[in-house]
């Protein structure tokens, strides 16, 4: 088993992620997780697994422009990384954003479990959609 990472170690992962975000490489994302991975936007159902984690962040990008995920605070409380941003993007030529917190666990240098917070309904209007994007999927 891989050494646990230091607090200062985690941070910088959630800075590493926030940049693949920005470069929209999904395949990146998915692989800061460990296998049996879960995301979990608290709103809807985990996603299970790197490759369940890679089909639904790339399955974001359908007319994604661009996404930066601005990050306020970062810090590790009882060796969890927790994540305050706001997240702006380009989708379809609109632009909008969302506050979010993440909230990260650690398996060794992989990320176990990412939980997000964020106001769903926000979300979606700052999108521009009517339809919940992962409606299609449950």
Not at 28 to 33: Q, S
Not at 78 to 96: P, S, Y
Not at 110 to 131: F, N, P, S, T
């Amino acid at each position: 088993m891989a050494a646990a990472l230091s607090d200062a170690e985690k941070i910088a992962k959630g800075r590493e992620m926030a940049e693949a975000w920005k470069a929209m490489d999904w395949r990146k994302v998915a692989d800061m997780f460990t296998p049996d991975g879960v995301l979990h936007s608290m709103m809807v159902e985990p996603v299970v697994g790197r490759e369940a984690v890679y089909k639904r962040v790339s399955g974001l990008s359908d007319g994604l422009e661009s996404i930066t995920l601005n990050l306020r605070n970062l810090g590790v409380v009882d060796g969890t990384l927790f994540m305050e941003r706001v997240d702006e993007f380009v989708i379809r030529g609109k632009a909008g954003s969302a506050p979010v917190v993440g909230v990260l666990e650690f398996e060794g240098p992989l990320i176990k479990v990412w939980r997000e917070y964020y106001d769903r309904a926000h979300l979606l209007k700052a999108m521009g959609l009517v339809e919940d994007f992962d409606a299609k999927t449950r």
